[in-house]
């Protein structure tokens, strides 16, 4: 023992790192106590997803979502500042519900599929659409096919790998033909767009998305369908020619005002190194968005909650940020990346919470590279305390809300959540409330909020 | 260049280690894409749960779980043998459904509780009985308590920590009241007996689990409440006393013969080594145990599935064991147990999977002391293969049909599946096949079987 004690009188600084560490390990552990015991992130979510719902950006709801949290961030004492940033949307409406339909199969007949329009599609007018369909398996064969696909609707029937274990890599490699299939498949005077939903489950649910246009060809109507009809139709055409009825009456209108929603705890004494914690407030408009991006909102209200529950204060500038229209064109982002830059404000950090509500498994982190070569070192040094909630790190993109920040150069973080169902339910009528966890829920909340706690403590070096 | 193939030249052993560990790291990712992809563990779970039901010992369904799972294991033709080990079981029966009200309350009235009558317990007689409640935080009260339980109902109002990450640990530390709260209340002449549901939810689900009488005292009635009738019970207790109304027509039957079904596959070079999967057959007779425990079954079929399908011909012996009665008695692992010390067995290693079917985190190992220094060391060596999938090993419990193994000088493992929703379902009217996620569920096979093949191809040095 006196041996030992001999050891910390002739290395101070190693007493103190281990003190440090233990008092770090004792804060961690009151973070979780906290959230797992007087966590609110639940009724919130419960209220936006049950009270409110759907929050397409433009949408009543999402007016009402920017009402709701800023109502309750202003509750909480410790925040200094809450306010609404503004910023111009798309106002994308889906209209009536949406046909869509095999008409001439001689063996079945007529036939109703599950389906959506994508989001930001035109409509296919009034009277709707009627085509033969060729199906593509990917967005490369669009050119190589050509004029086959004039007058046609072609149908993407790219399934997402069930064996990637990581499923957003699965989504990210087949997601091409939902965004640009439209635009691409009408350069050569297609008429209409039908992808596969992005799952890897076999079922009935169409999952929605946006897909964009570009400005070079008329835009045509594009629809999702449920990986069991995506079949069907598959078996269909490897026996006769089919003919799709699509009907839509989704359109564009003009855009309008809304808001990012951000409320902020001024650091004591590193005011101008901002710690940024945030999600997305809109969701799709056909569930009520509670993974995507529900959760991700109240995570990161609820590490503003933890830090008061706490009595922590933080030495530099705790910001939540609740981006709007996330979903379908990124306004509120870009309107933060304009509105921050043009201060000259430093994000020493930047953690985005949009990948569920589920187990959370740690955090990518992302950077340029010389940054992240700088700093990266210095993260993996608190993973043992990290490692005690079942939390890595590892190298990756962050979160598309605050992918602007890079240039401010610090480091950004996204929440890596257990991935396995999240495009179970991922912009389905079924991302609701009844599919959250709400343990799950808080041990995100619990993980950001640790996280935040050793950037604002230790910064960046 | 030249330098690194010298190198190699000079350590062959090396150059053959790094081989051999990257056509492991090819085999298993094999497995993984073989469960993700040709999986039959959700089709075998949806026959177990939707089609037979609740399987609780001497119940037909659990003689047609019997029957189905022997059939299924004969299909495949890696096996060598599948055969019915017979066990007496004890035969309960739950007879009408239970009732539980407060009966006095002058504030409220009459009010029915959501309740269940605890496994094994005896019934109420057709009169039901009506008694004054007295409300207990532990097990440790009753002693102190004494006399003043004389005639009255007991209440064991202690909630499982929400704040244990694991919430195994949480449930182990509070399950108490619910397996020895009737027979130590009963000493000192209490009637009843009225458990808080064994969950951090807060909910209206209550849920059942086995009581066990000792044989000192006349048993007494136990039930078990959901966990906001036991917050509700609790409040209306600090206002008056309270009387509850219990009814329940359950009852201990004639003990009936049962079964474990096994099926091997006997090792070519080594088939004296045994390494066993599996999981019970048994399930409460509430819900249909598709997590408790229908997903270990599938998971330790599914293995043997995944063997075949791969044309992996084993060295050492693999036997995939369904035990029945885990639930109410352990009869099918004890008689597992003595048949296989009768032959002087050596089971090299077991696995259990019964912690649900859930996202699959890595395996608790145990073991004698000497057992477990001596082996572990080697098992951590596959630890960079098992990373790769999100898994990670550490020293724990096994499972309880397996327990009984130790002495045969292997190690135990079992299945730790991320365990945030496990007691969400446990036990409960609810654990059911829409509660498990497909994904999930062939992930946890794809980790056994990977497991599996380690051992089976390296053994235990």
Not at 33 to 49: F, I, P, Q, V
Not at 340 to 356: M, P, Q, V, W, Y
């Amino acid at each position: 023992m006196r041996r030992f004690l001999l050891f910390f009188f002739l290395f101070p600084s190693l007493l103190l790192a281990q003190d440090s560490q233990k008092e770090d390990a004792f804060f961690i552990r009151q973070i979780y106590d906290e959230a797992l015991t007087e966590g609110k992130s639940y009724d919130w979510l419960n209220y936006l997803t049950q009270r409110i719902g759907g929050r397409l950006a433009g949408s009543p709801q999402a007016a009402a979502a920017v009402e709701y949290t800023k109502q309750v961030l202003d509750t909480l004492s410790i925040v200094d500042s809450v306010w609404l940033q503004p910023c111009m949307v798309p106002h994308w409406v889906r209209g009536e519900k949406e046909q869509i339909r095999v008409v001439n199969s001689l063996k079945m007949g007529t036939i109703s599929l599950n389906g959506l329009a994508l989001g930001n599609s035109v409509g296919t007018g009034a009277n709707g659409i009627t085509a033969e369909v060729i199906e593509l398996s990917d967005l490369e064969e669009v050119d190589s096919l050509g004029p086959q696909l004039n007058g046609k609707i072609v149908f993407f029937n790219n399934p997402m790998d069930p064996t990637q274990l990581n499923t957003f890599s699965a989504y990210g490699k087949a997601a091409g033909p939902r965004v640009w299939g439209a635009s691409r498949a009408a350069k050569h005077g297609a008429v209409g767009v039908v992808v596969r939903s992005l799952t890897t489950r076999q079922d009935d649910i169409p999952h929605t998305g946006s897909t964009v246009y570009d400005n070079e060809t008329t835009p045509i109507p594009a629809f999702a369908i449920s990986t069991n009809d995506a079949e069907l139709l598959s078996r269909l055409l490897q026996e006769e020619p089919i003919r799709l009825f699509m009907r839509s009456t989704c359109e564009m209108l003009p855009e309008v005002e809304s808001f990012n929603v951000i409320a902020e705890i001024k650091g004591s004494d590193y005011p101008d190194e901002i710690i940024l914690v945030g999600g997305h407030l809109d969701s799709w408009d056909v569930g009520t968005g509670a993974h995507d991006d529900g959760s991700g909102c109240v995570h990161s209200m609820e590490v503003i909650h933890l830090i008061q529950r706490l009595n922590y204060r933080p030495k530099r500038t705790i910001r939540c940020v609740l981006f709007m229209n996330e979903e379908n064109g990124l306004r509120g982002g870009r309107a933060y990346w304009k509105w921050s830059n043009g201060k000259k404000e430093f994000h020493l950090a930047a953690i985005e919470s949009d990948r569920g509500g589920f187990t959370p498994k740690g955090f990518t982190v992302d950077g340029h590279d010389d940054i992240f070569n700088k700093y990266f070192k210095q993260v993996i040094e608190w993973l043992p305390l990290l490692e005690a909630y079942g939390l890595a790190i590892r190298k990756g993109g962050s979160g598309a809300d605050i992918s602007g920040l890079k240039e401010q150069q610090g480091l950004l973080f996204g929440l890596e959540p257990d991935s396995q169902r999240y495009f179970d339910y991922h912009h389905t009528p079924i991302d609701g409330l009844d599919v959250v966890n709400k343990r799950e829920l808080e041990l995100g909340a619990a993980a950001m909020t640790s996280l935040v706690y050793l950037l604002d403590k230790y910064g960046l070096k």
